[in-house]
């Protein structure tokens, strides 16, 4: 390992350099006013001369698989230095590194190609550290227009990161230009950012794109301090918090419990989702069972009118699957919550065999059939005569289900005739 690291970095700081001595050599290797401008650059404009070609090709750059195949195998983040060589560059030569590299850019997807854009992504957030909106009225000035195009897109995104209402005026002036989806990634970036800082940064965001579902952006990672309780109290309830109150759970279950029990009270079965939320954040660091214990010891917590929507909740955690659904069962303690949620896991037309492990797990035919009769109870209004399409889906499961927890034939009657509409 340590053999490929020191191979990558040498390649690096080989292609690197090669690209400064090659710039050097175009400049005629004087000092003065020619330094002064491989500094700062002159002026990229569509009618002015452009900077002589000093960045070697792909061929002539030996470095530079070396570079693709270092962040392949590492990531940008584990290539330190990497960044530190871009940040040795002038300005000047790290345009010219951004503009070489985009216009080289493969067209078709690769393990390369991926790399590449780490890279390209890397040297535009040092562009845009040093210029600032110079950086976007330079790139603007392109004459090759693919080139433009990605160059002044991957800048936005890095302004929308740093400084939203930039990035969000050059953003709407290239809405038409570049698309909704375009715009949409602008509004990530937007709000990736502000969370990275704090929860007034977001809020200030959420307002400045008021128009967008800045919601469903909401992927952090969130700044140590941010002030969760401050955002979702500011926010209606709903889907769109609920990325939020996970991640939050994840680093306070306890605040974020607290929060989201004042949230139920006051809003009822429209936040009941909070419980699936929670239960979501404690399961990515303490795994299932741990999880399982925190909802048996919380669930008796929620309003009984909010119960139904808290446990139909846990269906959105993710990918519901049977071991999370046996964790829980076998986690609950009061009959008649272990009795809902097992009813609330059979699905006639995908319920990826959590129906099946939830009665299972219950302790006797009696509270099976119980549960199955809740069920049969909520579908059996939409049965029809019972010769449609979705009838012959739910009669078919039901049949299986009854079929493998081998009830008796008298009990299997009296589900099917709970399937049958009043």
Not at 141 to 168: Q, V
């Amino acid at each position: 390992m340590k053999e490929k690291v020191m191979i990558g970095l040498i390649g690096v700081a080989g292609f690197l350099a090669g690209m400064a001595a090659a710039r050097h050599f175009a400049a005629g290797g004087s000092g003065g006013s020619e330094a002064r401008q491989a500094e700062h650059g002159p002026r990229m404009g569509r009618g002015s001369e452009r900077p002589p070609a000093s960045f070697p090709s792909r061929s002539e750059a030996r470095g530079l698989p070396q570079m693709i195949r270092f962040i392949r195998l590492y990531g940008i983040s584990g290539s330190p230095e990497i960044v530190r060589e871009i940040e040795r560059l002038s300005t000047a030569e790290l345009r010219s590194l951004v503009e070489e590299l985009v216009a080289s850019r493969p067209r078709h997807y690769s393990e390369d190609s991926e790399a590449l854009d780490h890279l390209i992504r890397a040297a535009i957030k040092e562009w845009y550290r040093r210029e600032g909106e110079e950086a976007l009225r330079r790139a603007d000035e392109l004459e090759e227009e693919d080139t433009r195009r990605m160059i002044l897109s991957l800048l936005i995104n890095a302004a929308a990161y740093e400084n939203p209402e930039l990035g969000k005026q050059w953003a709407d002036r290239f809405r038409e230009e570049h698309g909704k989806d375009w715009y949409r990634f602008v509004v990530y970036e937007a709000v990736r950012g502000a969370v990275s800082r704090s929860a007034e940064d977001f809020l200030k965001v959420r307002e400045l794109f008021k128009d967008e579902a800045v919601e469903m952006s909401l992927q952090g990672p969130f700044a140590e301090d941010f002030d969760f309780r401050k955002v979702i109290a500011a926010m209606p309830t709903g889907h769109g918090v609920a990325g939020m109150v996970s991640r939050w759970a994840m680093k306070d279950p306890e605040a974020a419990w607290e929060t989201a029990k004042e949230v139920i009270g006051e809003h009822g079965e429209r936040a009941g989702n909070y419980v699936g939320n929670v239960f979501q954040g404690i399961a990515r660091v303490k795994g299932d069972d741990e999880a399982a214990k925190w909802l048996d010891g919380s669930i008796g917590e929620v309003p009984q009118e909010v119960r139904r929507m808290a446990f139909q909740s846990l269906w959105g955690v993710e990918m519901l699957m049977p071991e999370r659904s046996t964790a829980i069962m076998n986690a609950l303690s009061d009959r008649e919550d272990r009795v809902l949620f097992a009813s609330m896991l059979l699905n006639p037309h995908n319920d990826r065999g959590n129906g099946l492990a939830g009665l299972r797990a219950l302790d006797s035919d009696a509270t099976r059939v119980e549960a199955l009769m809740a069920t049969a109870a909520k579908l059996a209004p939409g049965m029809g005569s019972g010769v449609s399409e979705h009838a012959r889906t739910v009669q078919g499961y039901f049949d299986r289900t009854m079929e493998e927890l081998a009830l008796p034939a008298e009990t299997r009657d009296r589900v099917k005739a709970a399937l049958v509409p009043e």
